[in-house]
């Protein structure tokens, strides 16, 4: 199947969710587990449901955050999805939230859609293509100074007191430090320019897949790292900072 045609999968596949968690979203949200700081809603498996029926047509494999790994085949080329990036937020109302669906080949990112429902804002992009906000081409920033340069983060809860205070360091220089409560979001941003820094520890890779390809495909860069348990420390930025 063309890489453009797999495009159109996807963002129908976003679109269709989007539209589905929009419907929902006045409605009783029951929820499955709650642990820690984490909160899952039956909607949560529902909406990915969704997305893998659109996705299950393209016989590739999928890895969803609800339900796993589906492998179709052998080969490495892998839809990643996160059905509703921000749960908490869509739980409380809160604008932030977004459905995230990737294409790739190990570490290579060949399309990334992110459905911002709340504000009807579809991203995608597709290598050697470009990126994309509504049909309309997005880059990312020319912003290259801290001291007016736009962070997104998350911050590192822990119990050493030596790490937190090294981190409000970090970001002392910044003019501006935003916590959106969503790491897909926070990718658009910056692959819009709304946005030029984003870096957080303990994301899972569903949480930013989407973000490579877009924010790489809109000029900007992409840096992650596995820390433990499948968690990642991720610095995606304009390519000026």
């Known amino acids: 199947m063309e890489s453009s045609a797999l495009l159109e999968i996807a963002k129908e596949a976003a679109l269709a969710a989007g539209k589905f968690l929009v419907d929902k979203k006045n409605s009783l949200k029951k929820v499955s587990s709650e642990i820690g700081r984490d ?5 949560d498996l529902e909406t ?7 996705l299950e047509q393209t016989e590739i ?10 492998a179709l085949n052998k080969e490495n080329l892998m839809w990643v999805i996160d059905p509703l990036d921000g749960t908490s937020n869509y739980f409380r109302g809160l604008p932030a939230c977004c459905v995230s669906i990737a294409l790739l080949n190990k570490d290579e990112a060949f399309i990334g859609v992110i459905y911002d429902f709340n504000e009807g804002d579809l991203y995608y992009s597709l290598k050697g293509e470009g990126a994309f906000k509504n049909g309309e081409k997005i880059t990312v920033s020319e912003i290259s100074s801290k001291e007016k340069a736009s962070l997104t983060t998350g911050i590192p809860f822990s119990k050493d007191i030596e790490m937190t205070q090294e981190y409000i360091e970090f970001l002392r220089p910044w003019k501006k430090v935003r916590m959106f409560g969503s790491a897909a979001l926070s990718c658009a941003y910056v692959a819009s320019g709304k946005c030029d820094f984003y870096h957080e520890k ?5 949480d930013f897949a989407a973000g490579i390809s877009l924010v790489q495909e809109a000029g900007g860069k992409v840096q992650s790292k596995e820390i433990d348990d499948n968690r990642y420390e991720v610095i995606i930025t304009n390519g000026k900072l």
Not at 39 to 43: N, V
């Open 48 to 54: 990915e449901l969704l997305i893998k029926k659109h």
């Open 202 to 206: 303990g994301v899972y890779l569903w």
């Open 61 to 70: 494999n999928i890895l969803g955050e609800e339900t796993g790994l589906a």
């Open 39 to 43: 909160i899952k809603l039956e909607l």
